[in-house]
């Protein structure tokens, strides 16, 4: 299988370059019926674009979705969909000393190294933070064969910046609130404080980490298979896709760690006639299946590795030391523009083992 | 791909439940020529073996393997090789009632919802604890695969149990001192104490999580995929496999979501006439690919979700509340057995991704 | 996905060698709940079994499938099912100067090649016809879920030895016929003929060739995936792993190429109240999709390798020529014994697609 | 793994329909370092273009070629290479009776009910032999990156149209005549035959079938992997993926079934200093392996379905029986057109093989 896929039935294969001429997605195995238009995918694409604020990067993309293949009067046909993005906006001279001067915390070294000079490297190429925009697109459609076949919702947001963070878990009420702050926090008061942390951060020609956390709602129980189809394994396989991403948890994750069983344990009730537990510290999956509690997820982001501080580097064709700043236009904080990447490859995965496990059929009538 | 298979070239297949016939492994796509034998994979074995000291399970198990095809005058011939284990010390009467009263913690309720009652629940069948042993075999093949063709030697050890933690990370001098106690930490100090949370646990019928970090030097640059075949993506996923994980991080990890890029990034040097970094917060991985650094990795366990302490849970036949105690010999802290499993799966990965990048020809000659 | 695996959902791994230790064969992603014994795989290997008349090999197996894991109370659970074969009745000597004297027809050369003299080579290791017992296991699983739930059922026979042929198609009124003569073709009139043919080949120290064809019945319209997933590519691939296949056709296959369109295209009609065809020059296959149709392949078998006869043959390791004489018995024809292996095969492909178009559920209630 | 893919680590995605906005393909896992342009791709894609003479399809396509990705600098880099035909030349009108009247020998029926209606008929949508240019798009990249780093050569040919045929094997002497003709076959005497043949057929307003022969030289021994990895297993896979194809067989194919063993079997001796075969009845071909010698198979394709002339079908809608004459332009006979196709297939199929047997590096320097 192609390391630029994922998925065994939904197959979500990603293609393109940052300053290429385009990146794009190709699904297949989404069922045929399911009613999609490029302005579903432009809707989800628009909540990642950059630009939109003093906290991301100022570099502007029309990020325009052109769906290529695999519809028919509005709906899919069950053929390959291939949606694209036309890239505008590069820059590729800011790139042109990469090459023989590797970033710290970039990918330049070892890609230099494995593909011997040979790799796109405007603009990060293929290890940019921009193809995450194609799993949006891929995201997008599974988010909606998600919602119309089983009501299953995700939703993520930012939950930690720096040292700020929220104290509690973010509730399906304050769905609506995500986006109506630029760093994607529900609680405002919280959103105003990371704000600073990351202008601050700017400021300083510097950047700053942070955590997303995911939350989905409304999943049957059953999907997920033992043992290397566990829902964790394939959730955490496509999250630490997105560069940057350094740490995957799912529900008491880390902190579970420190505790016993007897407070770690979720007990079963019966609770509006359906059978749940009382706590979630299993985060929705117990045995790597879906106990139809939410799945809760969180994604630790470290800072940008682009800053505009002065690095220490080595000179490939030298092999010495030199001093490296890197230029460019770049976002102080990744996390405020992840929440709807970290949603799409939620609901890619999920799609995917919704329709392995039976749960969403070949076509939908 | 099956579900119960990892890899793409070094493919492992697990099979077998805790109190069936025999639990087994296949590795299909391990170059010919590697000389191993049942003592290289007994020898791996033995380290996660139950029944060791009074902090883990009383079950006893000898967990003899047995290789049944794919070697021929004590080298692999390059077809898959299939080893087992005979179970043998299984007492499946504890087991009874679990059916229709899940416990809390355990796979028993998704499991019953996906198939409908027709797993197989003694002892836990596929969701056991056991199956790791599984991972030990490939793990043990694919170790002395990396080993003697690369010199790749992957360590694991508990760094933390409940809240004992060590300070600082191992380093290779300290390999040796892992498996002189029992619970497998290389400071014996800490070894100490962590064993004193864990007999406290036990006291209460009671269990407690902890981590454990995983080192492994000698890579060379260049394993690794983007996108979807990124060396975290695939080694998470492997990691997830195992049952009562619920946290992955490499290098800085979540912590590192609190720094700023000028701290978290890792500048790059010459040192001993090598490229290397200074710090290594990236765990030895820069855009999905190793950077000949050491790759860190740490593994977060939920205490074991088996406790003699009663519990609530629901009688799924007559959907009331019941209270549960779990019968059986369990461990108090997994942990302790975990470092081998872990060696294993990062084995297997690197393997997999060794054999990808060229590294590993398809005949060891 | 490892080369000794087949299928997408219903996957099927074979593992062993012909005088190691066993064969075996792992089946994942069989829905659970599908009743099923050793006696129903028995039943069907021992329609291939050697030693059965004249006319095949006088080596004689036992060849007693046993069950190692994935089911339970008589039922399979939704995990791997791995069964094995001991192997017992081996003459290895007999093998003992090929290594480094190729057998003309034989992957003897190519495979010391390929891995370096470290595969297995008595018997003829992984390449024996012996491992098509493997298939049959997987198989009998296949064919009874196929017709447990679909009501499926395909049945193969010999339809051609060395010139003697049947006139025409078989109906499935001879289904029960197949087997009531050694050459398991069912028309007793051309199955005493074919009988002489290979009697006479042995005579005289020879081999000769034939075809099987097998017709399957009861599809529902849908089964198959455009364009790598169709019903014709994923049934060939799985037909030539059999040794000795060299051609594979779907209805009117290459004598079609010779027709008009006029008289190959297949005309609708309605009959018993449902869509059919005319004719079936399809095979019961448009687009690599099932139409309703009876499926109809044929599969061209060489005369077997091994022959009594002298013939030439280079010494790896002088790298003069010298002449050979294949000591072991053998079978002077390997059609009567293939056709439930293309049973076999034909029911593991189809189950697979039968699972992923989802007319075959996770759970077979 | 999705069913519009093919391959392991040369993996080939096909995307588009007949009739949409585009056809595409997706190459992953090319080694990085090769050096390709559109120009070599429209070379190729060129000897398919229908429109070239009077026995082919009136349809005149541009069929120009455009790379999306995975290219920098005239090499490949290592990421997927993306490449599309914008569609031009369609006349969707003539395909619209054909929804609930399927036209008898294409996929119409089966796909209207797997699709329930939901698929793009136009043109055959999915279904078109249009697609094939998708595979001669990878063909292209798999073609050269076999001849840059191994000298393999692979060419395809006309050898039987309708009742004539060619007597003998080509040789690689009569590789330059292929495209000397429209009807693709080295012999210029029976290509003029066969040209009759098929304007015969045009002017009844029917069609004819016919077999591509195709020849590969120069592979190392040693590609192919058993069991189900075979060369015959995922040749034919690929090649059964070509619309039209009923049969493929390797060597002395279905023939060779008539034979005795000591007739079909090749003898090895010396040759120019390398162990060869005799004759080659395998094909090049031996369990599954490359044995050096050239690789021959045939491929049959029946005869186009698309006629002029009248035909019954079934109108799906009530169910009622009703003649037919298909519409729009269509080839009298689609073997001419062939060649590149099978050669494309062949190519991807070695590629991949050549990668995962380490023939090919994962960088070419």
Redesign the interface.
């Known amino acids: ?6 998925g ?2 939904f ?1 979500f ?5 940052s300053h ?5 997605a ?1 699904v ?2 989404c069922p ?2 399911l009613e999609i238009g490029e302005r579903d995918i432009q809707t989800m694409l628009d909540l990642r674009k950059p630009g939109q604020s003093i906290i991301t990067t100022q570099r502007k993309e029309d990020d325009k979705v052109e ?4 519809t ?1 009067k509005g ?6 969909i ?1 949606m ?1 993005i036309w890239n505008k906006d590069q820059h590729s001279k800011d790139y042109d000393n990469l090459t023989l001067k ?1 970033r ?4 330049d ?3 230099f ?4 000079g ?3 490297i ?1 603009g990060g ?3 940019s933070g921009r ?1 995450t925009a194609t799993f949006v697109m891929a995201g997008a459609i599974a988010r909606k064969l998600l919602s119309k076949t089983l009501g299953i919702e995700t939703f993520s947001y930012t939950c ?1 910046v ?2 700020v963070k929220m104290k509690e878990h973010a509730t399906m009420k304050m769905k609506n609130s995500v986006y109506s702050n630029e760093v994607r926090c529900p609680d405002p008061k919280i959103a105003s404080k990371m704000r600073e942390t990351i202008l601050a ?1 700017r400021r ?1 020609g ?6 997303v956390e995911s939350l989905t709602v409304n999943l049957p ?2 999907l ?7 829902l ?3 959730l ?3 999250l ?2 997105i ?1 940057a ?10 902190h ?15 609770k509006n006639g359906k ?1 749940q ?2 706590t979630n ?3 929705g999956i ?7 509690m939410p799945i809760v997820l969180r994604v ?8 505009a ?1 002065k ?4 000179d ?1 064709h030298t ?3 030199v001093s490296l700043v890197v230029q460019g236009r770049h976002d102080p904080c990744v996390v405020p523009r992840a929440p709807p990447v970290v949603d799409s490859l939620v609901s890619v995965v999920l799609a995917d083992h919704a329709i ?3 749960f969403i ?3 939908i ?1």
Chains 1, 2, 3, 4 share one sequence.
């Open positions: 299988m192609s390391s630029s896929s994922i065994q039935r197959v294969t990603s293609f393109g370059e290429g001429k385009c990146i794009g190709t297949d195995g045929a019926g769906i290529l293949s695999g028919y709906h899919t046909t069950g053929a390959p291939t694209i590797p710290p915390g970039h990918s070294y070892p890609a190294v494995k593909y011997n040979f790799n796109d405007r190429g293929r290890f193809l930690q720096g040292s951060a300083r510097d950047s700053i980490g942070g955590i129980v059953g997920g298979e033992p043992i290397f189809g566990s964790e394994s394939d955490s396989k496509a630490f896709s560069p991403v350094k740490g995957v948890e799912f529900g008491s994750g880390f579970g760690s420190t505790l016993h069983g007897s407070e770690n344990n979720d007990e079963f009730l019966i059978i537990t009382k510290n299993a985060g117990l045995g790597g299946i879906s106990t139809g630790a982001f470290k800072p940008a590795s682009s800053i501080k690095q220490q580097t080595i490939l092999k010495k030391s392995r496990a039976g059929p070949p076509v009538r």
